[in-house]
């Protein structure tokens, strides 16, 4: 069988017996990767130490056929992200995004757009760098790219555009319904009947709406409106996984407990 390679960021390790591991790998040239690494708990072995959660290497396999693990024959390290340099909220940012690529993901579909913005989104964490926004960021381009997206831009029911800054100057939250798919205007909301329909924040749906542009927005000053847009990203993710990521709400508790700059 042929050795493939490519850079990869390892997004989950579980030791196998006492001196192997099983780890999943999100390869930039072929998607989520499962393998094991025989020997990797050895003090001499062939993966230069850098097996480790969230570290990005240069990887060598060998693809198996069937439902088999694929077999990890070497790994240089690339960089080794240093997410708790920065603070905890930082680091326990970096396991959510590592559950989320682990729960979300199809083996073998590459995403070399998605494997980018996950380093980006890891170097921004390792500087500090608005460690709230990427916790909202991230999930919601990442269920772009796996089509799950939420349309917010225009009402699924009529394909009306939505006027976000019309909405707030009226005072009106905008429905959003998970089962239709996204945001419903106030006229359908008077005339249709909608199950499971939330009512959020127009400046939330809007940032939100924002969020594929090349320049993002800033995430809002305003605490009830952040809450919204958190409550938004969860309630999606939660529908795409069928369960809630273990590691979310140590990432948000750190967040929270941090102290306000």
Known sequence: MPIE???????????????????????REFGKVRGIAKGARQLKNSFDSALDLL???????????????????EAKLISRFQLGTSGIPGL??????????????EDGEAMPELYDLTVETLHRL?????????????????????GERLSTDRCVACGRKIDYGKESHLGRRVGLSLLDGGAVCAECRRTRGFRQLALVDPH?????NRLDETTPPSLPD????????????????DAKCG??????NQAYEALDDAPQT
């Open 92 to 105: 326990y940012a970096g396991y959510y995004l590592a559950e989320l690529l682990q729960m979300t993901l």
């Open 5 to 27: 390679h490519s850079e990869a960021i390892v997004i989950r390790t579980i030791d196998f017996s006492e001196t192997s591991l099983v780890l999943t790998l999100f390869t």
């Open 243 to 248: 369960r809630i990521p273990k590691t979310r």
């Open 204 to 208: 939330a749906m809007e940032w939100l």
């Open 126 to 146: 390792e500087e500090g760098q608005n460690v709230e926004e990427s916790l909202y960021r991230f999930p919601w381009i990442l269920m772009r790219l796996l």
């Open 222 to 237: 305003q605490k009830n409106v952040r809450r919204e847009i958190r409550g938004v990203t969860d309630w999606m993710v």
């Open 55 to 73: 570290t990005r290497i240069s990887v060598s396999f060998i693809r198996k056929n069937s439902d088999a693990l694929d077999l990890l024959t």
